[in-house]
């Protein structure tokens, strides 16, 4: 098993550009979700999702559009992209989202808006 | 709303020294906590969670936590870390639909 992958890893845009963030999870989770994580701020939760054709905000939604069309995909478009989203964004999946199930994490894109 | 507090945003210690990782939780009728590691340029990690049962919870790589209910409490405890424990550790509580981190402390490993 791959696990949860992202791409790219790292990425420089320019203020106002849309580009959207993949991830795939090859484990069958009915559950995925988006973190950005800023210094000092811990991650902090963006959308998630329940399963295909569900999606819901996080706590930072702003900014940022999801769908989730199969099991195995869970992008992240940002729409017009600000310095402000300049940070480090994860992608996580588990089983289902029954409290305590183990969420796992992708390596991480590192983006850059200048 | 449920909180993580992580009081250290950094720990610096010797190596094949003990180390303890304080956290603290807000408190709610059932919690459920976790603790996770961040190497430099990785992904998180689960070390290990506390679900029920047990206070004191065995991880991976010689870690533990203990849960304290009465002073909202999940430290984390290694009796001699290594060079390679070096990284950023996130304490968590389970929330409804999303995982609550803490602000993450650096672990600084000297030789």
């Known amino acids: 098993n791959a696990g949860v992958t992202q791409t790219p890893k790292f990425q420089v845009l320019k203020t106002g550009q849309s580009m959207t963030l993949q991830c795939a999870q090859d484990m069958n989770h009915e559950y995925m979700s988006w973190y950005r994580q800023d210094p000092g701020m811990g991650l902090r939760l963006i959308h998630y999702?329940?399963?295909?054709?569900?999606?819901d905000q996080g706590e930072v939604p702003n900014g940022y559009n999801v769908s989730r069309s199969t099991t195995e995909d869970f992008p992240l478009r940002l729409l017009s992209a600000a310095p402000s989203q300049t940070s480090v964004y994860f992608c996580?999946?588990?089983?289902?989202?029954?409290?305590?199930?183990?969420?796992?994490f992708g390596p991480g894109t590192r983006l850059t808006v200048l | 709303a449920q909180s993580v507090t992580q009081l250290d945003s950094q720990v610096p210690v010797f190596e094949e020294a003990p180390v303890e990782l304080r956290c603290n939780y807000s408190?709610?009728?059932?919690?459920?906590l976790f603790w996770y590691v961040q190497y430099p340029n990785q992904g998180l990690q689960l070390l290990l969670k506390y679900l029920s049962g047990s206070t004191l919870v065995k991880g991976i790589n010689g870690f533990e936590a203990e849960f304290n209910k009465s002073q909202t409490s999940f430290h984390l405890r290694k009796p001699s870390v290594h060079i390679s424990d070096t990284a950023e550790y996130f304490c968590?509580?389970?929330?409804?639909?999303?995982?609550?981190f803490g602000s993450g402390t650096r672990l600084l490993v000297r030789p």
């Open positions: 968590a509580v389970d929330s409804s639909y999303k995982l609550i």
């Open positions: 999702s329940v399963g295909a054709g569900i999606t």
């Open positions: 408190s709610s009728v059932s919690v459920y």
């Open positions: 996580a999946s588990s089983y289902d989202r029954a409290l305590g199930d183990t969420q796992y």
